[in-house]
């Protein structure tokens, strides 16, 4: 069942600018995750913000989480064309003796023009 | 280091044909493994898990099925292919434990074309 959900659906920004993606969710969770997929490859994880954090930092990339709202945004400053790729929000949940699940959103496709 | 292998990249089968798709991590004991099924432009859809040898859960009843005959491998499984099993599979894995510390590792993913 998909829980997160991406906002927008796509993106289109020119190198230099901030991206901004937006994400939300329905049920509680333990933490929400940020992944990359460029076309055609598999997802490269990105960031992790646990349900007790409202902001995270690596890089070029932050995160909120507003766990009263059910929702997070990954900000991507500066961007460059090598940014060019679809960014998935995933919430986990862990339940015991059953390891921990991510179920993704739909994702937002990001298009940075030199 | 921890690697993923999941091969073949690309596959087309014929419907009614069975399917078999392999992954396989290195680096790593006891790992949660995970098989993803992404349709054309859409997110991803959790097929499967297992967090150990045997152990399979499946999220969405269907015509697949998993195994996971080794600690480090993990197997999807079709005896008939519809063309609605047509998708990009993705292997993926996690650190083992109730805290999902980590994130998951995917594999490159399987185009799998169903004609």
């Known amino acids: 069942s998909q829980q997160g959900e991406e906002d927008p659906q796509a993106l289109s920004i020119q190198e230099g600018e901030n991206a901004t993606m937006n994400c939300s969710y329905k049920?509680?969770?333990?933490?929400l995750q940020w992944y990359r997929q460029n076309s055609g490859r598999g997802l490269v994880h990105l960031i992790l913000?646990?349900?007790?954090?409202r902001e995270k930092h690596s890089g070029r990339l932050r995160v909120t989480l507003d766990t009263s709202k059910k929702s997070s945004s990954l900000l991507i400053t500066a961007s460059r064309a090598a940014d060019t790729a679809s960014y998935f929000c995933?919430?986990?949940?862990?339940?015991?003796?059953?390891?921990?699940?991510?179920?993704f959103g739909q994702g937002t496709e990001l298009s940075v023009k030199p | 280091s921890q690697t993923i292998h999941q091969w073949p990249a690309t596959l087309v089968q014929p419907v009614g044909s069975p399917l078999s798709l392999e992954c396989t991590v290195e680096?790593?004991?006891?790992?949660?493994l995970y098989w993803y099924r992404q349709a054309a432009g859409r997110g991803l859809q959790l097929l499967f898990y297992?967090?150990?040898?045997?152990?399979i859960s499946s999220e969405v009843p269907q015509n697949l099925s998993a195994s996971r005959p080794q600690d480090r491998q993990f197997i999807l499984s079709s005896k008939k292919l519809l063309l609605s099993d047509s998708g990009f599979y993705l292997c993926?894995?996690?650190?083992?434990?109730?805290?999902?510390?980590?994130?998951?590792?995917f594999g490159s993913g399987t185009r799998l074309t169903v004609v």
């Open positions: 993926a894995w996690s650190v083992a434990g109730q805290y999902t510390e980590y994130g998951y590792t």
């Open positions: 680096g790593t004991s006891n790992p949660n």
């Open positions: 049920t509680s969770i333990n933490n």
């Open positions: 995933a919430t986990g949940k862990t339940f015991y003796n059953q390891g921990g699940k991510l179920i």
């Open positions: 913000i646990r349900s007790n954090e």
């Open positions: 297992s967090v150990g040898i045997g152990q």
